[in-house]
């Protein structure tokens, strides 16, 4: 099933011509709920009280009419992990310039399934400050072999290109926090 996305335009009010008035903005509830503006799912629209926005709040719709924000409900999911090959290992392990956890893995593994959403979560808490990467032993045995890969999961970090810390198994991510702390 494939979802088809679409842009929304939302001009800022200070943008608006000075024709429009603020009588003419507040007519929106009702264009809003004719048949004439599609319904979007997937965009929320995010209340601001009154004393956080410089616009206005209309006390009975209770909706912001400047300053609301159009918010994507997948916000979560911006971080991904991604793969490195043979091919790029030089260049976003070696030549990178942060620290660099790179999760040495294979699909047929269940520990290393166990372990992928704690490197998913890392991630997202070390953006800025930390790279993550994962390695196919499957498809780059070159490299699994250069590092001594013998048992997967192995999760090793990187700093200025030199190996720094390895981590055998599928361990709590406190154990990867204390081995991140360390380094950054």
């Known amino acids: 099933?494939?979802?088809v996305l679409e842009s929304l335009s939302v001009c800022r009010s200070s943008s608006l011509p000075p024709a429009i008035t603020t009588s003419s903005i507040s007519s929106f509830s009702s264009l809003r709920n004719s048949s004439k503006l599609p319904h979007y799912r997937g965009l929320k629209l995010r209340?601001?009280?009154a004393n956080q926005s410089s616009g206005f709040v209309n006390s009975s719709s209770g909706i912001?009419?400047?300053g609301g924000r159009v918010v994507c409900e997948a916000q979560n999911t911006a971080v991904e992990v991604g793969s490195v090959t043979e091919a790029n290992w030089q260049?976003?392990?070696i030549e990178s310039e942060s620290p660099v956890l790179v999760e040495?893995?294979?699909p047929w593994c269940g520990p290393c399934r166990m372990i992928h959403p704690i490197v998913d979560q890392l991630a997202k808490e070390y953006t800025g400050k930390l790279k993550c990467y994962k390695v196919?032993?499957?498809?780059?045995p070159e490299t699994a072999t250069r590092y001594g890969i013998r048992s997967i999961p192995t999760v090793m970090i990187f700093k200025n290109g030199e190996k720094k810390d390895t981590i055998i198994g599928a361990v709590p991510k406190s154990t990867l926090t204390t081995s991140i702390e360390k380094l950054l």
């Open 1 to 3: 099933m494939a979802t």
């Open 47 to 49: 209340q601001i009280a």
């Open 64 to 66: 912001a009419r400047r």
């Open 91 to 93: 260049s976003l392990v």
């Open 104 to 106: 040495f893995w294979a």
């Open 136 to 140: 196919n032993t499957d498809e780059s």
